[in-house]
């Protein structure tokens, strides 16, 4: 299936959910009501249900949650409702690498500057041991520029819309080295091969 094709089924899917969760949201308290309904034990039980109702929403929200802009060479992007945005100089990115595929593909940025940006973290054995194809091309990197110091950044949320962030850093971070499994997901954001 060709992305696009997907990101509208996927639009289409989380419609359908939350007007799901918000018909059981208001039918269950006004069938509750119209019943008569005097038992605290059901009442509270029904507050329960709908707490969960708000915490898997506010989930959801918060797992489609990408938006993202490249303006003047700064990679500008949110992910998730509860981060802060992240700013992202365009000709310091060094490695794009991707981990896992469709909905859960997970984008690696490893940069040379870390520019008001607190979620870039320095390279450590850990990421290295985690990401073994990212590492061999830090290594590789790393030889060329030992002095350089490096930072990555993962961005997990957002959903198929990963894609088109990928494809929008494919345009704008034309100095980075690209990883096979990003190279392949890049195609899928050109829709050169479907999902």
Not at 27 to 50: D, M, R, T
Not at 92 to 102: E, M, N, P, S
Not at 144 to 159: L, S
Request: positive net charge; glycine residues 2%; hydrophobic residues 45%.
């Amino acid at each position: 299936m060709k992305i696009l094709k997907a990101l509208k089924r996927e639009r289409k899917h989380k419609k359908y959910f939350f007007i799901l969760m918000s018909t059981i949201f208001i039918l269950l308290p006004l069938i509750a009501f119209l019943s008569q309904i005097k038992s605290v034990f059901l009442w509270s039980y029904l507050g329960l249900i709908e707490s969960l109702i708000i915490v898997e929403c506010i989930n959801k929200l918060n797992y489609y949650n990408l938006k993202f802009s490249c303006i003047n060479s700064k990679l500008k992007f949110k992910s998730g409702l509860f981060s802060s945005e992240s700013v992202i100089l365009c000709d310091k990115v060094v490695i794009v690498h991707t981990d896992k595929f469709k909905e859960e593909m997970d984008i690696i940025l490893i940069s040379t500057v870390k520019f008001r940006n607190k979620y870039l973290k320095p390279i450590s054995k850990t990421f290295l041991k985690k990401y073994p194809e990212a590492s061999e091309e830090y290594i590789r990197i790393k030889k060329i520029n030992p002095e350089d110091n490096y930072y990555f950044q993962v961005i997990r949320k957002g959903a198929l819309k990963k894609y088109i962030l990928l494809d929008d850093i494919y345009k704008n971070c034309v100095r980075a080295s690209y990883t096979a499994s990003a190279i392949e997901n890049i195609k899928i954001a050109r829709e050169q091969i479907e999902l």
